[in-house]
């Protein structure tokens, strides 16, 4: 029996509660927030690379336009390459210290979830009604000396997006101090190493959360890389329609 934490298995819950529709259709509404906010970046974006544009450029003709935005979108893809090579070894780590918390813990079952499942779903049953799932993945339950951490955990990449990652990440540094002072206590060494299982987990999310600001970073380089293009071509008909708006200003 382990003191120090045990283990509950993920599964797909059919559940019609109120509380996971109104979650549904919160999840649809922060799809379009999401949208709206990459177009709000693409905006941001081009707006400051024409900023460089004119500044950089006193004849908007083609022959001085395309070398500059080729000079933007080599140096860009290549920072988008490196920055690719960091998100890819973010995974790796994040895979196996996955597998290495598998391989400690034998009641943790190989349970994935499959990445096309959304967190919370809805399918027609019939006319006018329709059956509302929610995901939950595999949840470790730290025991602290006077209250306890459940943490879910992820299992594949569509997790680092539906799930709170740097939220558990704040509480796990919160539980830290509790955690080892209730693991402390315990004379047996074998369930002292329970506190390199709270350290893999730990990890894991450390390792999402540097992947995800790796793909915002390649998120904002790529953009820089496609405003660069059009601005090679297009730079002189926006700039001839932007104009008087920023004389004006």
């Not at 047996?188 to 540097?210: A, R, S, V």
Request: charged share 15%; hydrophobic share 45%.
């Amino acid at each position: 029996m382990e003191y120090n934490y045990s283990i509950k298995e993920g599964e797909l819950l059919l559940n019609n509660s109120k509380r996971v529709k109104i979650i549904v259709w919160f999840t649809f509404l922060f799809r379009i927030v999401k949208l709206i906010f990459l177009l709000l970046s693409f905006c941001i974006t081009a707006y400051l690379t024409y900023l460089i544009f004119e500044q950089c450029i006193t004849d908007a003709k083609l022959m001085n336009c395309i070398p500059l935005g080729s000079i933007f979108a080599t140096f860009g893809s290549a920072v988008i390459s490196v920055i690719s090579l960091y998100c890819n070894k973010q995974i790796s780590f994040f895979q196996e210290n996955l597998l290495a918390l598998h391989e400690q813990i034998p009641e943790l079952s190989s349970w994935k979830r499959w990445p096309f499942l959304k967190r919370y779903s809805r399918e027609r049953a019939r006319m006018f009604w329709h059956n509302y799932h929610a995901l939950r993945n595999p949840q470790i339950t730290f025991n602290g000396q006077n209250h306890c951490l459940t943490i879910p955990l992820p299992t594949c990449t569509a997790d680092f997006y539906d799930l709170p990652i740097a939220i558990n990440i704040i509480k796990m540094k919160c539980f830290h101090k509790p955690f080892t002072q209730s693991v402390a206590q315990h004379q047996n060494i074998q369930e002292q190493k329970d506190i390199f299982i709270f350290y893999c987990t730990l990890m894991i999310y450390k390792n999402i959360i540097k992947y995800k600001f790796g793909t915002f970073l390649m998120l904002i380089g790529s953009e820089f890389v496609l405003t660069s293009i059009i601005f090679s071509f297009l730079y002189q008909q926006i700039h001839e329609v932007l104009l008087p708006v920023t004389a004006y200003f």
